[in-house]
């Protein structure tokens, strides 16, 4: 059985590294796409991983699918079109903040009747984001895929990141990443997208209103400062770990792939008996893979594996 399935965009980064002698920007075509990261950090952090999603029949769909197989992604989901691969351009900021420009493609395309199913019944997780709810037939083909995750008892983890360039309003981008949360076991949102899908920036008022929604699991990431949480009634935090900032690229999807890397771990029902010491533990393991990734440039190329962090942990 595959433990992490995650379904939506793969793509490439096309990510600035800095300006060559004549002060022109220089960039990496690095692999990335929300879903894809989740799937590769989950997967170099120990767990068993497959990714369904569209690529072009082009150089770069080949790359990407390369690069999930490489990294012990089963790919088999992957479908590809005569569309180009997807692309987005980001700049970083000196403070290793980054700004998005897609030039969107194959990904927006997958139908539903291009889903595995087999993968999607045959998993304890199925992971997707809000990119791919930002315009048809993905958006279908996505929500497709949860429902039929949810019908076979396979728990639902969801990331509402937001990208204000793919949607054509705030409230159209708030009413469809709002959409899927009654299906939704995991939910990991941003600080910045807490008041977007909620009204309040209040972490305890916020997360109790997506626990509310029927949300189980609520994680809010704070940057720095580390991860909010609440889980049956209880909230709490835990601290982020201090790092020099290279690129926050992937840092988001590298703590989701590690708090589901470890949360399937505990047998078929990933959440059930999960008491709040065991949380805060896997919490504090997602936010020392987070900073690792933090700390290097691209989001893929910068996610570390269970070794490093273990090297790590011993070496204090």
Not at 12 to 22: A, E, H, K, M, P
Not at 125 to 135: D, I, K, M, Q, Y
Not at 173 to 196: F, G, N
């Amino acid at each position: 059985m595959t433990e992490i399935t995650t379904i939506g965009e793969v793509l490439i980064d096309l990510t600035q590294t800095g300006v060559n002698g004549q002060n022109v920007p220089v960039f990496a075509a690095n692999p990335g796409g929300a879903p894809a990261n989740v799937a590769v950090a989950a997967a170099r952090l120990g767990a068993s991983t497959a990714f369904i999603g569209k690529v072009g029949r082009d150089g770069f769909g080949a790359y990407l699918t390369g690069v999930l197989t490489e990294n012990g992604v089963d790919a088999s989901g992957v479908r590809a079109d005569e569309t180009p691969t997807t692309m987005a351009v980001v700049t970083v900021a000196p403070s290793g903040e980054r700004s998005f420009r897609f030039v969107r493609g194959a990904d927006a395309l997958l139908t539903e009747g291009e889903v595995d199913t087999a993968l999607v019944e045959g998993t304890k997780v199925l992971h997707f984001g809000s990119v791919s709810l930002t315009a048809e037939p993905a958006r279908s083909a996505t929500l497709f895929a949860a429902r039929h995750a949810r019908e076979h008892g396979v728990l639902v983890s969801y990331d509402p990141n937001y990208r204000e360039a793919l949607w054509p309003d705030r409230e159209e981008a708030v009413a469809q990443m709002c959409a899927p949360l009654p299906m939704v076991d995991v939910l990991k949102l941003s600080d910045e997208e807490l008041p977007l899908l909620t009204g309040t920036a209040d972490p305890a008022e916020g997360t109790r209103r997506l626990a509310d929604r029927g949300v189980s699991l609520v994680l809010l990431t704070l940057g720095g400062e580390g991860a909010f949480w609440r889980w049956q009634g209880k909230t709490g935090l835990v601290p982020g770990v201090a790092t020099t900032v290279a690129d926050t690229n992937g840092a988001g999807d590298t703590f989701l792939g590690a708090v589901l890397s470890r949360l399937v771990r505990r047998g078929e029902k990933s959440l059930e008996g999960l008491t709040v010491p065991e949380l805060e533990d896997i919490l504090a393991f997602a936010n020392r893979a987070a900073s690792k990734t933090c700390s290097r440039s691209g989001a893929i190329p910068a996610m570390p594996t269970l070794a490093e962090l273990r090297e790590e942990e011993v070496a204090r």
